[in-house]
């Protein structure tokens, strides 16, 4: 047949524009297209020699083989897979509209065929990513078994491309690149190399390429002969593992395999926490290995830190960017996904926002949360290590992940009032152990615990033995929003709205010691509260205080101390609060400020003491006050009179 020049279709001539220009954002994944179309054509020849084992011709040395030649500035990529023939050259690359893998898998279908090879791209979409980097692209092929010639393909991406027939013995393709001079670094070895080990390492074929070395002959010392000239030696490397360990069966990988791909996936020289290896299968099939660090990384906080599990399908790498296969809150997990069916765009760099990435992001995270789980429940020491490292961001999730708030909820852990320093509860053993008589779950939050321990709000509950958690990272403010109840107990804050810890008994017993305070005191309330209308909502008396002469609190919905800290840090504006200003009334200095107002309520004595009332209810929960010049001096003259008494 002679040579024949046709058109390309027209879809294919902007596809062809669009990926020569704007299409990838990386120009070695050529190469990887390329390999991945080679690795495709060897698993079809392989799934047809079942029923037709003349097309294997003799040759099932299966591998893909990379040719650079310097002198001619091409690239060659061939392959002993299932090859082409004219007619399928012409639809597969001609056409856009079909593509090999695609037809293939629908002539299976079509069967009814349960035993499918596993199949990654669209041949004649990453086939036309060879455009990026070379003027002209040559593809020789023939099929086996079939007795034909072969066929020959070339073009200039011009629009155009000839075919004719070829004289080839062997099956399989062999495509030659025939580089532009600005990517002439591509026939460089380690360029090549480097592309084979990042994109292609666990392709299950052999990638090889001749290597040349020259040397100069050693004598029986293993010292070099002088004078004996240099000898210039080739051989044939495999430059990919194919070690894909995720695919094989758990019992066949040892610890030493999975220690050194931890290595080589996180990049962290230390133990993993844990190992989690699975298959799913159903409506969507993956292979995942994750790797559960011990101990958090340096910029786990950082904005641009890298983020995502490695991708890849069908052992093809795609990304070690994608973000979508895991939550935020999980940012921690390392590892790879190897999915059999995620359908992916025509770039392969830009996941489809498809509902197979949301079932993936389902499996792993409820495998990583059971995981936890089971930790917890079996090894909780090790457990408290691993959420000293991780449990800031994994609260993150009870916010914003809904859907696994159950889960997540039963793995918080917090310090609290009956824990020593460095000791965790959990919210189920929590509710275990609550007296008879307390009926909500209680915490305060702060910035550390030796804060939070010296806070007057905790006092009637040390008095009544109720335990209060602390909550000391910034996003607890926003994880006890979402984390409202546990086991049909409100969480209940206690250092905002009012708080009832008495049986009703006890109840009607202080209602009436209050009101009999109220009566008592009740001209000094008015003088405190137009002292500080200004900054506080109301004065009342409290059912917090049994030591602390006052304390501050927020309403019930109301914004507290703590959230105005992290609120002013996010450099956010914080719209103007006031609290409740709690006295004790059993407190002696109200009983001296009362003294005082009854026997000279003019006395300027009685305002100085509403505001040292107010700035110490700063102090103790952690708010600078705005005068400190003048509240020292305060003190230096109460000390002064009580030393003179």
């Known amino acids: 047949m002679s040579k024949t020049t046709k058109q390309f279709q027209t879809e294919v001539q902007q596809l062809l524009d669009l990926v020569i220009h704007s299409l990838y954002s990386n120009r070695d994944i050529f190469l990887r297209e390329l390999i991945s179309n080679a690795s495709d054509a060897i698993d079809k020849a392989r799934f047809e020699a079942h029923s037709n084992e003349s097309l294997l011709e003799g040759n099932s040395d299966w591998k893909i083989k990379l040719i650079p030649n310097k002198e001619a500035g091409t690239l060659t990529i061939s392959d002993n897979g299932i090859g082409m023939s004219q007619a399928e050259v012409e639809e597969n690359i001609g056409t856009i509209a079909r593509s090999g893998t695609k037809a293939f898998m629908q002539a299976l279908k079509d069967k009814a065929s349960t035993d499918n090879p596993e199949l990654i791209g669209q041949f004649g979409v990453g086939f036309y990513a060879s455009f990026m980097v070379a003027d002209r692209v040559t593809l020789e092929t023939r099929t086996g078994g079939s007795g034909e010639n072969g066929s020959r393909w070339e073009s200039t991406g011009d629009g155009t491309y000839t075919i004719e027939e070829c004289s080839r013995d062997q099956r399989g393709t062999v495509i030659t690149l025939h580089l532009k001079e600005e990517f002439k670094s591509y026939l460089d070895e380690w360029k090549v190399r480097s592309i084979v080990k990042k994109y292609s390492d666990y392709i299950q074929y052999p990638v090889v390429m001749d290597i040349t070395r020259t040397e100069t002959p050693k004598g029986v010392d293993g010292k070099e002969i002088e004078g004996a000239g240099t000898i210039e030696t080739t051989e044939e490397q495999t430059l990919n593992s194919m070690k894909a360990i995720w695919t094989r069966p758990k019992s066949d990988v040892t610890d030493e395999e999975y220690a050194e791909f931890y290595k080589h996936?996180?990049?962290?020289?230390?133990?993993?926490?844990?190992?989690?290896?699975?298959?799913?299968?159903?409506?969507?099939?993956?292979?995942?290995?994750?790797?559960?660090?011990?101990?958090?990384?340096?910029?786990?906080?950082m904005s641009d830190r890298k983020k995502g599990l490695q991708l890849y399908v069908k052992r093809v790498f795609i990304t070690d960017k994608c973000e979508e296969l895991i939550p935020d809150y999980l940012r921690f997990v390392k590892g790879v996904v190897d999915s059999s069916d995620l359908p992916l765009n025509v770039s392969r760099e830009i996941l489809q926002e498809d509902v197979q990435i949301k079932r993936i992001q389902k499996g792993l995270v409820s495998k990583v949360l059971s995981t936890l789980a089971e930790v917890?429940?079996?090894?909780?020491?090790e457990y408290v290590g691993f959420w000293k490292e991780f449990g800031q961001v994994i609260k993150e999730g009870i916010h914003f992940d809904y859907a696994n708030k159950e889960k997540l909820q039963d793995l918080v852990l917090f310090e609290s009032t009956a824990t020593e320093a460095g000791s965790f509860v959990s919210l189920k053993d929590?509710?275990?152990?609550?007296?008879?008589?307390?009926?909500?779950?209680?915490?305060?939050t702060g910035t550390s615990r030796e804060t939070l321990e010296q806070s007057p709000h905790l006092e009637a509950f040390r008095a009544k033995g109720f335990e209060v958690l602390f909550l000391t990272d910034p996003v607890d403010e926003w994880v006890v929003q979402a984390l409202t109840e546990y086991d049909e107990k409100h969480l209940k804050a206690v250092d905002r709205g009012d708080i009832s810890l008495d049986s009703e008994d006890e109840k009607k017993e202080k209602d009436k010691k209050r009101e009999e305070a109220q009566k008592e005191f009740s001209d000094l309330i008015s003088f405190i509260s137009d002292r500080l209308k200004d900054k506080v909502k109301e004065v009342r008396f409290s059912n917090r205080l049994t030591d602390s002469a006052c304390c501050l609190v927020a309403e019930e919905y109301g914004m507290n101390a703590n959230m105005e800290r992290i609120m002013k840090a996010l450099n956010q504006s914080v719209p103007e609060s006031k609290r409740v200003l709690e006295l004790n009334p059993?407190?002696?200095i109200l009983k001296a400020m009362d003294g005082i107002h009854k026997t000279d309520a003019a006395s300027p004595a009685l305002g100085d003491y509403a505001d040292l009332l107010y700035d110490q209810a700063l102090l103790t929960e952690g708010t600078p006050i705005k005068d400190p010049l003048r509240f020292t001096r305060l003190v230096s003259e109460l000390m002064v009179k009580a030393a003179g008494k």
Do not use: C, N, W
Request: glycine share 4%; no cysteine; net charge negative.
């Open 265 to 301: 996936v996180s990049h962290d020289y230390d133990a993993p926490f844990r190992t989690i290896h699975f298959s799913a299968e159903g409506t969507s099939e993956f292979k995942a290995l994750l790797y559960l660090p011990a101990k958090k990384p340096f910029d786990m906080f």
């Open 586 to 588: 059993d407190h002696a």
């Open 430 to 444: 929590y509710v275990a152990r609550m007296p008879d008589g307390q009926k909500e779950i209680y915490y305060i």
């Open 376 to 381: 917890k429940e079996k090894t909780f020491d």
